[in-house]
């Protein structure tokens, strides 16, 4: 059974062995997360994304999708970059959502993978409602048949961790 933990702070500094980094769908590296997973890994991180692009993702990683880089100077061996959908109060796009968090993990399994940090996925820019984001993410993840042993959400700010340790 996978233990969910729980912390507060900035998911470049965790000590896994995967982080699960809330990519846009052209891996280019953007804001909030995405930025700060790019910039602290070191370009290393790029140049496997920009690879992706050419070979396997010309037209950008879908939504709900998900695809492993190296971690460059992260402190974890691996990036899983995923795509979470923009929230639309107009259509529900939840089973994107999940689908992230679903996706991530099974590309954890395939890397061998035993702890996994994630972010808040798109309750950022991307608009979700951070206690809507939280519930999917939570349950998701406690459904999902996987190997790994532990998943730390990795919350910035206080609205977010207390958002996700109520689910």
Known sequence: MTELRFLQGDITEVDVDAIVNAANSSLMGGGGVD?????RGGPEILAECK?????RYPDGLPTGQAVATTAGR????WVIHTVGPVYAASQDRSDL???AFRESLRVADELGAASVAFPAI???IYGWPMD???????????????SVREVTFVLFGQH???AFTSV
């Open 35 to 39: 930025g700060a997973i790019h910039r």
């Open 51 to 55: 690879e992706l692009r050419r070979t």
């Open 74 to 77: 992260l402190p974890a061996r």
């Open 97 to 99: 959502l999940a689908s």
């Open 122 to 124: 798109s309750a950022g």
């Open 132 to 146: 809507d984001a939280a519930r999917i993410a939570v349950t998701t993840v406690r459904s999902t048949d996987t």
């Open 160 to 162: 977010a961790y207390d």
